[in-house]
C-alpha cells in the first residue's frame, strides 16, 4: 500500500508558477539553483502532520536516549501535541521567510500510518514529510529525487510529486529524473554493521562499509552539496557507490564534477548537512568531530577555500530530544538566504556569534520541536530556485569529466576574490 495523499487547492499553486512564467517575469527557469547560498526565491518546507515513528528494519536501528537498554522504540503515529509542536515552529520557518519575500511550498498532506508492502519487503508504517531535503535536490535547472535508502522512506517522494509535476509542466526548461528505485530486499542491507562494537568500527573506519552494500543503486539527496559546477557526495549509510556512479553518469554529461567525500571518524554517516556546509565562495562550516578526509581536505585548500571548525553545540548528544536520532551536530543543519545571510536555530549562540564574526547577517528560530523528525532548518526544506547562474569555484580540478569543459551549462569562472575568508 502508498500513501494516501490529500492535495492541496491547486488553484493556488497554478496561480504562483504562472507568476514566475508569465511574460516580463525573470528569465531563468522556475527551478534554478547551483549552489548553498545564493539569494533564496523559492523553497519547499516540510510538514509534520501524518507523521508516525520510523520503524526498526535493516537500514536503521532507532535507540531511546537516556533509558536502559532493551527498552522498545516507539511505533506507529507520533502523538498530535508532538506533531503540533513541530509544525508551529516549521510554519515559524515560513512565516519568517515570506517577510523575506521568499516563496514558500508546502508538501501534500499525506497519512503515513498505511504499511508498505512490496514483493522485496515489507514494512508496518512509513515516516514523515518534515525533511523534503532527504528526498529531492536541484541541480541547475533539474530536479532529482533520491532512491533512498530505507524501507519505510520508499514512498516519500509522494507528497512532493504533484508540485514537482507543476514545475515540469509550467517550464520546458525544467529537467526531472527520478533515481531508478532500489529493490530494499535483504540483499542490499549488511545486518551484521550493527552488531559491531566502536573498537571494530574504528578498526574499519577507512573501509567506508556500513550497513547498505554496493550491489544497488542507493542514494539519499541530503548526502549531496553544491557549489557550481562542483557536486560533493559523502559516501555514508544513506548512501553508496553504487548511487555515485549514477550521480556521475547522469550530471557528468552536463558538465558537472562529482566529488567524493569522506569523514572516517564519523562510524554511523549519514546526511552531510551536519558535517560539512559550505556557506559562500570560499568558505565552508565544519565538523571538528569528524574532520575530511586529508587528502580530500587537500582539494578545498588548494582553491583556496577556507575551512572553519563549528563551535560547541548549544546541547549535548544527552540533551536532544528524546525520541530524535541526530546528534548535537544539527547545530550546523542551517539555512542560507544569501551569500551573507544565514537562518540558524535559536538556541545556537555560540554559533551565532562564529557567524556573525565571519561576516554573516544571522537570523534565529526556535526548531529544536521539529528535530525527533530527523533534522533542522536545512533537513526541513528544499531549495527550488535561487537567483545565480553556475560558476567555477574551483579552478584547480581533482578531476575533469570526459566531457568539454562546462558541458551545456553555460559556467561562468567565479574571480571575485576571497577577502573575507
Known sequence: MTLEIFSPQQADIDADVSRVTRPGASAGPIVNSWNEWDPLEEILIGRADGACF??????????????????????????????????????????????????????????????????????????????????????GNQIIEATMSRRARFFEYLPYRSLVYRYWTADERVVWTAAPKPSMSDTMYRPEFWELTLAERHARMHDFEFCVTQDEVLFDAADITRAGRDIFVQESMTTNRAGIRWLRRELEPRGFRVHVLHFPLDLFPSHIDCTFVPLRPGLVLTNPDRPLEADEREFFVRNGWRLVDAPTPAYG????????????????????VAPDVVVCEASEKNLHELLRGLGFEVLTVPFRNVYEFGG??????????????CQEYFAVADRTPPHAPGGDLGVRTHHDPITHS
Request: some cysteine.
Open 376 to 389: 533542522s532548518l536545512h533537513c526541513a526544506t528544499w531549495d527550488v530556485r535561487r537567483t545565480g547562474e
Open 317 to 336: 548528544n544527552d540533551e536532544m530530544p528524546r525520541y530524535s536520532q541526530s546528534s548535537k551536530w544539527l547545530s550546523m543543519n542551517l539555512l542560507s
Open 54 to 139: 520510523e520503524p526498526t528494519e535493516s537500514g536503521y536501528r532507532p535507540q531511546l536516549r537516556g533509558t536502559p537498554s532493551g527498552q522498545r522504540f516507539p511505533t506507529g503515529p507520533k502523538s498530535p501535541d508532538v506533531t503540533a509542536r513541530a509544525n508551529e515552529e516549521l510554519e515559524g520557518l515560513a512565516e519568517l521567510l515570506r517577510t523575506l519575500g521568499v516563496t514558500v511550498r508546502r508538501p501534500d498532506a499525506a497519512d503515513f500510518t498505511a504499511a508498505v508492502k512490496t514483493p522485496s519487503f515489507e514494512v508496518a508504517n512509513q515516516y514523515c514529510s518534515v525533511c523534503p531535503r532527504d528526498v529531492l535536490i536541484t541541480v
